[in-house]
């Protein structure tokens, strides 16, 4: 069978068809050309394209984005080697934990306890966002690609127990804890 048919109604005239599996379909495959002529656009015969105006200067991105390495613009560190129930201020203001690696070389577990608050927290009586287990003898990392939001700022300490009003120190010298914050 080929392409094309004639249309009973008119002499001659034809009704562009493609057969596909022995039956004809409507031919609504996009062409290109000048007047008079029509070429299918296929991958050896692509549509052809052009820019209407430029991009606008600056720094716009178009496309994929792909994470670079650079030297400036990157994630804080918050280091502590021997974390304890003596609460700590990471920053002060607004900001976002994007992961941690906490290891703790005691031979009971630990409690990493993150707060979202400007100050400084008081681990029996303010109350964390976030519970970190970090088993004995164990690592504990994450990584949190969007960040965890904290509003009013970050602080962070660490416990013996998991309650919320838990006080109790870790074993001494046994948490290295860094924290990824922006």
């Known amino acids: 069978m080929s392409d094309n048919i004639t249309l ?9 068809t493609d ?19 029509a070429v299918d656009v296929s991958q050896s015969n692509p549509l052809p394209v052009g820019l209407v105006g430029s991009l606008p200067a600056g720094a716009n991105t178009v496309g994929a984005v792909h994470v670079k390495p650079a030297t400036a ?17 990471v920053k002060s203001s607004a ?10 070389t005691g031979s009971s577990a630990a409690f990493v306890k993150l707060y979202d608050m400007a100050g400084t927290p008081t681990m029996n ?6 519970t970190l287990c970090v088993p004995a003898g164990q690592v504990t990392s994450a990584e949190h ?3 965890i939001a904290f509003t009013n700022g970050i602080g962070i300490g660490a416990t013996a127990g998991s309650a919320d ?5 870790p074993g001494l010298n046994t948490l290295v804890v860094n924290v990824f914050y922006k």
Request: charged share 5%.
């Open 19 to 37: 057969e596909i599996l022995g039956v004809h379909v409507l031919r609504a495959k996009v062409q290109t050309g000048v007047d008079g002529t």
């Open 73 to 89: 613009g990157g994630l804080s560190i918050y280091h502590n080697i021997g974390l304890s129930n003596t609460g700590q201020n």
């Open 8 to 16: 009973p109604q008119g002499a001659g005239t034809l009704l562009a």
């Open 145 to 147: 690609t969007n960040g």
């Open 95 to 104: 900001g976002q934990v994007f992961g941690w690696h906490l290891a703790n």
């Open 165 to 169: 009003n838990n006080n109790s120190a």
């Open 125 to 130: 009586s303010d109350t964390p966002a976030v």
